[in-house]
């Protein structure tokens, strides 16, 4: 009788210990980043519509703590890549080849990224990505 209680025990403590030790996680984290419509005589539809369908949308998806997806969309057409990367502390930064061993766009070579949960800054060319909620 002790012997199953004991082991009851030490069942009940394992799951309280896994409980305790679960991060929370926050991925998938998506960061979009829309480059400015600029022209004359412009309305604010004009600018909308002109926004959503030729310039081009890059965002970047945090999959997990190591994989990162990188996607450039043009109207309804783009690319995408996934490359690894390094969180440390505040800054990402991004292996030099893609999950695949191959060269990927330069934007993205040797960017360091400073990570905050609503933005990331590329510092290269100080191009800021809001978090899309």
Known sequence: MTIITSYKSLIIII???SCLSCKVNHYP??????TNVEGENLTEDD???ESMSSSERILIVLKNDSILEYNKIYGGVGSS???K???DGNFITIEPLDI???SYPYEL???R????LDSLVDKKNERKYLRAR
Request: glycine letters at 4%; a positive charge.
């Open 100 to 102: 695949y061993g191959k």
């Open 85 to 87: 990367y390094l969180l």
């Open 47 to 49: 600018i909308i519509i």
């Open 29 to 34: 984290m998506v960061y979009q980043c829309l």
């Open 113 to 116: 990224l400073v990570f905050s």
């Open 81 to 83: 890549v996934t490359v």
């Open 109 to 111: 070579l040797n960017a």
């Open 15 to 17: 799951i309280i210990l």
